[in-house]
């Protein structure tokens, strides 16, 4: 492998260099364009691709006058997204689906579509571009930049609200049946989920523990699909949502409470917070249920590691 290095007025030299060497900057390259691939996804994500194509193969030009786009923009779009295995090309610039792509259909359970537009939202994006900021002084981007916690944030835009709130739900959807399946909930009268979304994973539970109550405890933007979800599922006379924020006060006197996902979003003194508000909440006997991810050994790599660095 060589390195061809030319200086004006000069004959060229060539500089060889290790197979290894080459390799490292080839992955590299593909490393540190690496926002370039995320935010084509969620341009895919946005536009529905996945979803367009679940009956059939479609061309650009269908694609594109189906969804309002440029059809050789989303030509360069899609061809960019086929290297990484998102959508199959055919001749004539023809498109179908891959297994890759199918995450992104929004009619699947555990789909990852919304996953996917949350990356797109226009603070987290741009809240990427200033991880210096946030490594020199150990604060938060997304708070630099909107002067608003996240939770804050789409409190007051719905558009974002619904997004997020979808991304948890699909989440729920891939991870409740397994935290079901590894705790015994029946011995629970009373169980709160503190800042449980729209509601699935205390849905799961209670179908699970026929003779528990609930109380999902959350913010207003999640509350009335959280109460719709309880009523479809047959389970609301024994399903109650409560909106407060637990960073104020958590629902006294359960007999066990439920934190899915929720301290690793805050700093310390926030997690502490929402603990110290269990803790008060909690009688003598009651039960603490954390359930997240764990990080991994040095060097081994996990996606706990990228969402520590995102939270």
Request: net charge negative; proline share 5%; glycine share 6%.
């Amino acid at each position: 492998m060589y390195q061809t290095a030319v200086a004006a007025g000069s004959p060229v030299n060539t500089v060889p260099r290790s197979n290894d060497a080459a390799q490292a900057q080839q992955t590299m390259r593909r490393l540190v364009t690496g926002a370039w691939l995320s935010q084509a996804i969620v341009v895919a994500a946005e536009l529905s691709l996945a979803d367009r194509l679940v009956e059939k193969e479609q061309s650009v030009d269908e694609l594109a006058a189906a969804c309002g786009a440029q059809p050789d923009a989303l030509y360069r779009l899609l061809q960019t997204l086929g290297c990484a295995g998102l959508f199959h090309e055919s001749e004539g610039r023809r498109f179908r689906n891959t297994p890759l792509s199918e995450t992104l259909r929004s009619d699947i359970p555990g789909s990852l579509r919304s996953l996917v537009r949350q990356m797109g939202i226009d603070p987290i994006w741009r809240a990427w571009g200033h991880m210096l900021y946030s490594v020199k002084t150990g604060r938060s981007a997304f708070h630099h930049l909107t002067g608003q916690t996240l939770f804050e944030y789409i409190g007051e835009h719905p558009d974002a609200a619904e997004i997020v709130d979808s991304a948890m739900v699909n989440l729920s959807e891939q991870e409740a049946p397994a935290l079901v399946s590894a705790y015994d909930f029946s011995n629970a009268g009373l169980i709160v989920d503190v800042g449980g979304g729209r509601g699935q994973l205390l849905a799961e539970i209670l179908a699970a523990a026929p003779s528990a109550r609930g109380i999902l405890q959350e913010l207003p933007h999640a509350a009335e699909s959280a109460r719709h979800l309880f009523a479809a599922r047959g389970l609301a006379a024994r399903a109650e949502v409560v909106t407060s924020n637990a960073l104020e006060a958590v629902v006294p006197g359960a007999d066990l409470y439920i934190m899915k996902h929720i301290v690793h979003d805050w700093d310390d003194a926030h997690a502490q917070r929402f603990l110290s508000n269990c803790a008060a909440a909690m009688r003598p006997d009651s039960k603490l249920l954390l359930a997240e991810m764990i990080l991994a050994p040095p060097n081994e790599p996990h996606f706990s590691k990228l969402l520590d660095l995102h939270s």
